[in-house]
């Protein structure tokens, strides 16, 4: 089965991010597929710029979902709405528009959005 | 054919969710997906005509976008009870494909592969 979340908020403020993380890495320890759509202030959570004191690195923990084989991109319009351009994404996050969204959507067997 | 529902849960003005909603919810039709959108909560007042949302400086009407939803072969429902909480008449609203009482959401919910929330 594939399973894809949408997360629309950034990271820290709310949980949401941590809440489709935990959710795709334990689908991907089943055996299944993630993939993972970050929309309006959730593109925040790829970026490469985040140094949190002493803290879990949102940005690092995007990233190893990738390199877990996940699938995950980001609403390029809504990235360059708060300035946030590709040399500061994390290492294998895609810039996607809306038709990418649809077929994200189209392929997973469940998607679902969590947001504000 | 695979499901999906949209609820707009927002107004249309004071932050962006329900206009997000609508870019999401203009893509599925053409994915092959059969797309649901209904209009709940404070969302039903994105049906209202009449609101004048370019004073905001947005470029359309929600209400009016929101009236396009058929042109995307969206199918647009409005959760009656949300409309009767807020003292909002039917012939308020813009046109739509039909009513959803509050016992009809929980199944339609379980039938959908995507739930997607604005």
Known sequence: ??????????????????TALSLL???LDMGHQAALFLFEDGVINA???????GDRNIGHQVQELVSRGAEVAICGQCANYRGLQKEHLVPGVKRA?????GQMVATCDRFFSLGP | M????????????????AAEGFRVIMTLPAMGLGTTVVALEDGVFCLVKGGDGTRLGWRESLYK???QSSDYE???LVH???LLERGIKEEELVQHDGWLEEDELPSLLRRASVLLAF
């Open chain 1, 1 to 18: 089965m594939k399973i894809g979340i949408m997360v629309r908020t950034g990271p820290y403020a709310q949980q949401n991010i941590d």
């Open chain 1, 25 to 27: 890495g334990a689908a």
């Open chain 1, 47 to 53: 970026s490469g710029l985040m140094k949190p004191t």
């Open chain 1, 97 to 101: 528009g809306m038709g990418q969204l």
């Open chain 2, 2 to 17: 695979k499901e999906a529902v949209v609820l707009i849960r927002s107004g249309p003005y004071g932050e962006a969710s």
């Open chain 2, 65 to 67: 976008v929101f009236a």
């Open chain 2, 74 to 76: 969206a199918r647009l």
């Open chain 2, 80 to 82: 009656k009870p949300s």
